[in-house]
Nanobody, 122 residues
């Protein structure tokens, strides 16, 4: 089970951290990541990492602004700085069994999803 928290409202240029707490079977997971989905748009990868060797993925739009952090096997964070209006979306935490290092940002490779946390930027 994955549970996100920490979403909220922030002004453009501000910062926000979102958290993901994992429980249950966390050992049958190859990758974990953050995805976002804005109204009318498809879900897309924001940041992710491959558990085996720590390989990371960042969407081009967030490179240099967002940082994904893993803490043990049960916690994951997304630190978001210099937020832009276009970052506003529902953010989902996900864990995957089918992902590879080259597909870290592909939603279809993830089989376990949280309920999402809303990030609003104004």
């Amino acid at each position: 089970q994955l549970v996100e928290s920490g979403g909220g409202s922030v002004q453009a240029g501000g910062s926000l951290n979102v958290s993901c707490a994992a429980s249950g079977d966390t050992y049958s997971t190859y990758c974990m990541g953050w995805f976002c989905q804005a109204p009318g748009k498809e879900r897309e990868g924001v940041a992710a990492f491959y558990i085996g060797d720590g390989t990371q993925f960042y969407a081009d739009s967030v490179k240099g602004r967002f940082t994904i952090v893993q803490e043990g096997v049960n916690m994951m964070y997304l630190q978001m700085n210099n937020l832009k209006l276009e970052d506003a979306a529902m953010y989902y935490c996900a864990a995957g069994l089918l992902c590879t290092k080259s597909t870290l940002g592909v939603p279809g490779r993830y089989n376990n999803w949280g309920q999402g946390t809303q990030v609003t930027v104004s």
